[in-house]
T-cell receptor
């Protein structure tokens, strides 16, 4: 089945220790998104890519970086995680940018910062 | 600013009907989405409305009134597995999704 896959599902890291979260998709969608979601809050868009064009949301901290080496894969790098970065990180895809296409989500990675 | 409002939490009884409301103020409108999110899991797509009126999909229906900036999600014949958060999201003029914080629905036997 076509899907969005995130690894790992649960990630524990130390305060200040870099961590990378990964996302892959078999939907062949052009757009990929990274969201941060804290408990009982709305998902917050961090980045999105249209193909390889990178779009950084204005209020995304510099501590967060992203890479999309090809259509199928996208990575979220947190350079120096703080306690406030503990959250669920959601990867999503949609077929095309600038359209009303539905976003499809992966299962998420829950990040714990010790 | 852009704003999506929905109740924080609702409680309903198994087998009953519940309506979850969503009001919005956004820069432009390119449709409204409803997603279901079980605890600790990713959101899953439920419905999309761009024209006024009611869209029915099995036990779930979604209604939109663009003039009122208002939508609701109607869940019928509630089952215990419907216990989840329901997120309302509006696509603005830049085709960006503006998300509500979600309504946590608790189903009691």
């Amino acid at each position: 089945d076509a899907m969005v896959i995130q690894n790992p599902r649960y990630q524990v890291t130390q305060f200040g220790k870099p961590v990378t979260l990964s996302c892959s998709q078999t939907l062949n969608h052009n757009v990929m998104y990274w969201y941060q979601q804290k408990s009982s809050q709305a998902p917050k868009l961090l980045f999105h890519y249209y193909d390889k064009d990178f779009n950084n949301e204005a209020d995304t901290p510099d501590n967060f970086q992203s890479r999309r080496p090809n259509t199928s894969f996208c990575f979220l790098d947190i350079r120096s995680p703080g306690l406030g970065d503990a959250a669920m990180y959601l990867c999503a895809t949609s077929r095309a940018e600038g359209t009303t296409d539905t976003q499809y989500f992966g299962p998420g990675t829950r990040l714990t910062v010790l | 600013g852009q704003n999506i409002d929905q109740p924080t939490e609702m409680t309903a009884t198994e087998g009953a009907i519940v309506q979850i409301n969503c009001t919005y103020q956004t820069s432009g409108f390119n449709g409204l989405f409803w997603y279901q999110q079980h605890a600790g899991e990713a959101p899953t797509f439920l419905s999309y409305n761009v024209l006024d009126g009611l869209e029915e999909k099995g036990r779930f229906s979604s209604f939109l009134s663009r003039s009122k900036g208002y939508s609701y999600l109607l869940l019928k014949e509630l089952q215990m597995k419907d216990s989840a958060s329901y997120l309302c999201a509006v696509m603005d003029s830049n085709y960006q999704l503006i998300w509500g914080a979600g309504t946590k629905l608790i189903i009691k036997p």
